[in-house]
C-alpha cells in the first residue's frame, strides 16, 4: 500500500510589504469575508471612521448625579436664549440642566418614566409638551409644570389625557396619538390647550393595529418647501398628509399610504436634515427613499452595510426598552441606541458625512438628548456627557476608566489569491499626544476572533507645572506619530489585522498599517 504523502510548507526568502489605510470604510456585517473592501472591517468597536483615519471615540463623564433609578427619558427644554434639560427616573423630573448633584424632584409619583415631548412657542412664551400615555400630558413653561387634563388651566378637552402619546408641532400646531388606536388628535393653532379635534386613520390604515408615531416632514418638491405631516402604525404603515386645518377638506389632503417594515419603538423616528429617518425591522431607512423602494432594494436603508448585525440585534432585543435615534451634527455622527440589555447598551455608530460605520460599547444609555449641541445620556443613576474629548478627566475616558478598542480588518488576499503567507510583521502608524497601549495581531482564513487578550494601561505620569523638575518629569507632548514594527505570526491564504487598545486621557488615530509577509507554497515530502 502507497504511503500517504505528508505536506509541508515551502518558504521562499523574499519579504514582501504591503501597505494597508485604516479600516475607513467602517464595520461591514453584510458583505461574504472572502470579499470584503480592504478599507472595511469585520469588527470595529470604539473607533469612529473618518475620512482618512479611524479614531478612539471620546468618552464620557457623569454630568448629573444622586438620582435613583434608570433614567428613561431626557426633555431638553428651548426657548429663546433659555436651554434647560430634564431627566425622568422613578417617576420623578429632575433638573440636570447645571452639573452635579440633583436637588428635590420637579415633579413627582409619575407612572412611569417613558416621556416623549416637542417645544412650542406661542404668543404666551415658550413651552415644553411632555406625555407618556398613562399620566395626565405635562407643561412646562420654564418655571411650572402643570398636568393637563378637561380642568387644568390651560385645559384639553374632547378627549382622555391620559390616554395622550407623542405630542408633535406642525404648522404651529400641537398635535397628540391616542395610544392603542388609529386616532390622533389636534389642538387650534398656536395654542397650548382648548378643544382636541380627531382624526380618525381607521379608514386609511389597511393593516390596522393603531399609531406609534408621527412627524413632521420638510421637503422640497420643486416649486418651494413642502410641509407633510407623516403618521406611522406598528404595522409598518406610513400615512402622509399635507395642509393646514384637518377640519376643511379644501386645506386639507391624503398624499399616500405606504408600507416599510414595522417600527421599532415610539422613538423610532429622527430629523436627519430635510428629511426623517425611520428606525424599523428593515433597518434604517431614510424616509424619502423608503417610500419608494425600501421593502424591494434593502440597499435604500442607511444600514445596509451593517445589515446583518442590525438585522440580528432587531431580532434578539426588539422589545427591549431604550431603542432610540440621535443626530449629533458635533461630531458628524449618527447614533442609533440598542438595548442588549439594562446596563449592556450598544450604540450603532454612522459617519454622517463617509456613512461608515462602527459600534459603540461601554455607553450604558437608556435615551439620548442635545443640550447646546452636546450629547448627553440617561444611565443608572446618572446623566452623562458623551462623547468627551477634553484633556485629563474630561476627555478620552469612561468615568475616570479606560478606553478598549477591538478592529479585525477585513481578510486580505494581497493579490495573490490560492497562495500562502507567512505574516511576520506589522508596522500600524498611530496619532496620539500619549503612550496608549496597543496590540497588532494578524487571523487567517477567517477567524473572526479579534480578542489578542486583555490589554492593561498604566498611565504615564507627566509632570506637573511649578512641581515637576527639569531633567527629571516626563513631560506632555502635543501630537506625534508612532510607526515601530511589532511581530506578529499567521500563516494562511489570506490575513485579517487584529487591532486592539486600551488608552486613558489620550487621544488615538490610526492612519495605515504595514505588513510584511512571505509567500510560500504546499510541497510533498
Known amino acids: ?142 418655571s411650572t409644570w402643570t398636568a393637563i387634563d378637561g380642568v387644568s388651566s390651560p385645559a384639553i378637552t374632547g378627549v382622555t389625557t391620559t390616554t395622550l402619546i407623542q405630542p408633535t408641532l406642525f404648522k404651529n400646531r400641537m398635535w397628540f396619538i391616542q395610544k392603542d388606536t388609529l386616532k390622533a388628535w389636534y389642538l387650534p393653532t398656536a395654542s397650548v390647550g382648548g378643544a382636541a379635534n380627531t382624526l380618525d386613520l381607521s379608514s386609511v390604515a389597511h393593516l390596522g393595529g393603531s399609531l406609534v408615531a408621527m412627524a413632521s416632514w420638510t421637503i422640497d418638491a420643486g416649486y418651494g418647501v413642502d410641509d407633510n405631516l407623516v403618521f406611522i402604525t406598528d404595522q409598518g404603515e406610513v400615512i402622509v398628509y399635507r395642509g393646514t386645518d384637518p377640519s376643511n377638506a379644501s386645506t386639507w389632503a391624503l398624499i399616500g399610504v405606504w408600507v416599510v417594515g414595522s417600527p421599532i419603538s415610539r422613538r423610532c423616528v429622527q430629523k436627519y436634515g430635510g428629511d426623517l429617518l425611520i428606525l424599523t425591522l428593515d433597518g434604517l431607512v431614510p424616509f424619502a427613499s423608503a417610500l419608494q423602494s425600501s421593502r424591494l432594494d434593502p440597499q435604500v436603508a442607511l444600514s445596509d452595510k451593517i445589515q446583518g448585525a442590525f438585522a440580528e440585534a432587531a431580532r434578539q432585543y426588539k422589545t427591549n426598552f431604550g431603542w432610540g435615534l440621535l443626530y449629533n451634527p458635533l461630531n458628524n455622527a449618527l447614533i442609533v441606541n440598542v438595548p442588549v440589555s439594562v446596563g449592556n447598551q450598544q450604540q450603532f455608530v454612522m459617519n454622517n458625512i463617509t456613512k461608515a460605520w462602527c459600534r459603540f460599547t461601554g455607553w450604558a444609555a437608556n435615551c439620548f438628548a442635545l443640550l447646546n449641541d452636546q450629547p448627553y445620556f440617561g444611565g443608572d443613576g446618572y446623566v452623562a456627557e458623551a462623547w468627551t474629548t477634553g484633556s485629563g478627566a474630561t476627555g478620552f475616558n469612561d468615568d475616570n476608566l479606560a478606553i478598549s478598542t477591538r478592529a479585525l480588518q477585513a481578510f486580505n488576499y494581497f493579490e495573490t489569491r490560492g497562495v500562502i503567507k507567512y505574516f511576520t510583521r506589522a508596522r500600524p502608524t498611530i496619532y496620539s499626544n500619549g503612550q496608549p497601549t496597543i496590540d497588532i495581531g494578524m487571523n487567517v482564513d477567517f477567524q473572526t476572533d479579534a480578542d489578542l487578550g486583555a490589554l492593561s494601561f498604566v498611565a504615564t505620569q507627566y509632570g506637573l507645572w511649578d512641581v515637576g523638575l527639569w531633567n527629571q518629569s516626563v513631560w506632555g507632548a502635543d501630537i506625534i506619530i508612532t510607526n515601530n514594527f511589532v511581530g506578529i505570526q499567521g500563516i494562511g491564504y489570506c490575513g485579517g489585522l487584529v487591532f486592539n487598545s486600551s488608552s486613558k486621557n489620550v487621544t488615538l488615530e490610526w492612519a495605515s498599517t504595514d505588513v510584511v509577509y512571505q509567500l510560500g507554497w504546499a510541497g510533498a515530502s
Open 1 to 142: 500500500m502507497a504511503s500517504p504523502v505528508r505536506r509541508r510548507l515551502i518558504q521562499r526568502t523574499t519579504n514582501n510589504v504591503a501597505s494597508l489605510p485604516a479600516p475607513v470604510g467602517g464595520w461591514n456585517a453584510r458583505d461574504s469575508l472572502a470579499n470584503m473592501a480592504p478599507t472595511d472591517a469585520v469588527t470595529l468597536d470604539n473607533l469612529f471612521p473618518g475620512v482618512s483615519s479611524v479614531s478612539l471615540r471620546g468618552g464620557f463623564t457623569k454630568h448629573a448625579t444622586g438620582i435613583t433609578g434608570q433614567v428613561e427619558s431626557l426633555l431638553v427644554y428651548n426657548a429663546g436664549a433659555t436651554d434647560e434639560m430634564f431627566a425622568v427616573a422613578s417617576g420623578e423630573i429632575f433638573d440636570v440642566t447645571t452639573a452635579g448633584a440633583v436637588g428635590a424632584a420637579e415633579v413627582s409619583s409619575l407612572s412611569n418614566s417613558r416621556w416623549e415631548y416637542t417645544n412650542i412657542t406661542t404668543a404666551g412664551g415658550g413651552y415644553l409638551y411632555a406625555a407618556n400615555g398613562v399620566d395626565k400630558p405635562l407643561l412646562y413653561d420654564g
